[in-house]
């Protein structure tokens, strides 16, 4: 949800779609993978691997490297203004 997370912004009615998988990581609740919670992923994993989220750089342009890291991971995201 963290990755997904970064783009909320780009994603229409974000909020409404991942509720199912934000239920999941509520403190107390057990984990129990449901028909919605698969729609749900299925759902934002379209929408983020489509446009205005992800699409081809151009040649022109400022880019962006926004970096994160922890003891057990890392991540990095190429972004183009």
């Known amino acids: 949800m963290g990755l997904s997370g970064y783009y909320r912004r780009f994603v229409k009615d974000f909020s409404i779609i991942a509720s199912p998988l934000y239920?999941?990581?509520?403190?107390?609740?057990?984990?129990?993978?449901?028909?919605?919670?698969?729609?749900?992923?299925?759902t934002l994993k379209q929408r983020l691997m489509t446009g205005p989220v992800l699409a081809l750089p151009e040649n022109e342009g400022t880019y962006l490297l926004d970096t994160d890291a922890s003891?057990?991971?890392?991540?990095?995201?190429?972004?183009?203004?």
């Not at 003891?71 to 203004?81: E, K």
């Open 23 to 42: 239920d999941l990581m509520k403190k107390g609740v057990k984990f129990c993978w449901t028909d919605d919670c698969q729609e749900a992923f299925g």
């Open 71 to 81: 003891d057990t991971g890392l991540g990095a995201v190429l972004s183009q203004i």
